[in-house]
Every structure is written in structure tokens, then in C-alpha cells.
T-cell receptor
Framework: AQKVTQAQTEISVVEKEDVTLDCVYE???????LFWYKQPPSGELVFLIR??????QNEISGRYSWNFQKSTSSFNFTITASQVVDSAVYFC??????????????FGTGTRLTIIP | DAGVIQSPRHEVTEMGQEVTLRCKPI?????LFWYRQTMMRGLELLIY????????DSGMPEDRFSAKMPNASFSTLKIQPSEPRDSAVYFC??????????????FGSGTRLTVV
């Protein structure tokens, strides 16, 4: 069975500090996808990134970067120079998708990030 | 593209009443998912459809919950009768994934249901 663990329940940092959100996953499939979503106070789920299991390259998008390591089954998310607008709950999710059309997501419990001005 | 459209955004109902949540997926997406978010259980999958056919409803909590997808552009999640413990945010998502078109997965804005 698939499982996603976000051990950090809540994190608070002062604005402009860097912060890393941890995500560890479990799966028996060789083909899978990993996601990060942001849920601001307004409640919607905002897509941040999707990664497939065959692509271990790290990715950077502005102040955001992701470190995917299959050896440790981790997909960590770093925000550089944090801003107050980054305050939200962040979810990591896993999709085991050996068959097309079967991409249900399993979510972690989320990390509530608070950026202190 | 208007995205995944859910209605209503907010619903307050009395215990025992029937509640129907609606979802319009993105045109061209062939899978549709209903998720529920609560403080106690987080985000959990209730049911999903592929090409309008229910594939896995093992997440549906009990017989009071039912979901339908009569066509590729519409799905409903019904709770009858509703109970206070059904209060949650219900998200609909749609996706496509093919060898040639790549992979897209989009969530709606959610319906916040309160049962009093």
C-alpha cells in the first residue's frame, strides 16, 4: 500500500529565512508520481509540482526548489527567502499509476507553515 | 479553460436532509475524483471514475453516500441522510494521462459542507 509521511506538523520561521518541508513516501510500484500542493487560508489546493519516478533531477522554480531522492524515498521542498504569502498548509502526495486512468492521490497529513513578519 | 467547477461553494443543511454536491470536470479529462478533507482524517479519496465508470469506491464511508457520473461533463456526490459528522470540505478533481498528451491533474475550489 502507498503511504506519504510529513513528519513536520507545524513550522514557523521568520520572514526571509529558508525553510525545508520534508516528505517521505512508501510504494511498491516502480512507476509513480509525486506532487506538492499548497493550501492557503482561502482553502483551495494549489498545484506546485509533479515529478515522475524516472526523473530524479532536482528542480528550481523561483524561490521554490525540490529535492527528489529515490534512495531515501524522499521528496523535500525548500522555500528560499520565505515571505509572509508563503504561509499555508503544504501537502505532499503520491500517485501510483501503473495503469492509465488510475491516478488516485494519497496525501500526507500536511505541514502548516507560518512565516513571521 | 474554466478549470474544475464545483457547486455550491458553501452548503449549510440540517441533519437528516439530502445534500447534493456537483462537479464539472475539465473538458477532455477522462478521470474524476471526489476527495474529502477533515481535520481528523486529512485529505482522503472517496471515489473515482474513469471514462464515467466508477473504478474504486472503497473510500465511500457508508451507504448514505453515493456518487454518479452520467456523462463526461458532470458528476454528483449525494449524502442522504446527512449527519453532523459529514461536515467537511469536499473536493472534486479531474485528470488526464496518456502516453502522448502527458499528465494533468486539477482540483476544484471545493464545497464546504456544514451539517447542523
Amino acid at each position: 500500500a502507498q503511504k506519504v509521511t510529513q513528519a513536520q506538523t507545524e513550522i514557523s520561521v521568520v520572514e526571509k529565512e529558508d525553510v525545508t518541508l520534508d516528505c517521505v513516501y512508501e510504494t511498491r510500484d516502480t512507476t509513480y508520481y509525486l506532487f506538492w500542493y499548497k493550501q492557503p487560508p482561502s482553502g483551495e489546493l494549489v498545484f506546485l509540482i509533479r515529478r515522475n519516478s524516472f526523473d530524479e533531477q532536482n528542480e528550481i522554480s523561483g524561490r521554490y526548489s525540490w529535492n527528489f531522492q529515490k534512495s531515501t524515498s524522499s521528496f523535500n521542498f525548500t522555500i528560499t527567502a520565505s515571505q509572509v504569502v508563503d504561509s499555508a498548509v503544504y501537502f505532499c502526495a503520491l500517485s501510483e499509476a501503473p495503469n492509465f486512468g488510475n491516478e488516485k492521490l494519497t496525501f500526507g497529513t500536511g505541514t502548516r507553515l507560518t512565516i513571521i513578519p | 479553460d474554466a478549470g474544475v467547477i464545483q457547486s455550491p461553494r458553501h452548503e449549510v443543511t440540517e441533519m437528516g436532509q439530502e445534500v447534493t454536491l456537483r462537479c464539472k470536470p475539465i473538458s477532455g479529462h477522462n478521470s474524476l475524483f471526489w476527495y474529502r478533507q477533515t481535520m481528523m482524517r486529512g485529505l482522503e479519496l472517496l471515489i473515482y471514475f474513469n471514462n464515467n465508470v466508477p473504478i474504486d469506491d472503497s473510500g465511500m464511508p457508508e451507504d448514505r453516500f453515493s456518487a454518479k457520473m452520467p456523462n463526461a461533463s458532470f458528476s454528483t456526490l449525494k449524502i442522504q441522510p446527512s449527519e453532523p459528522r459529514d461536515s467537511a470540505v469536499y473536493f472534486c478533481a479531474s485528470s488526464f494521462r496518456t502516453p502522448y498528451r502527458g499528465y494533468g491533474y486539477t482540483f476544484g475550489s471545493g464545497t464546504r459542507l456544514t451539517v447542523v
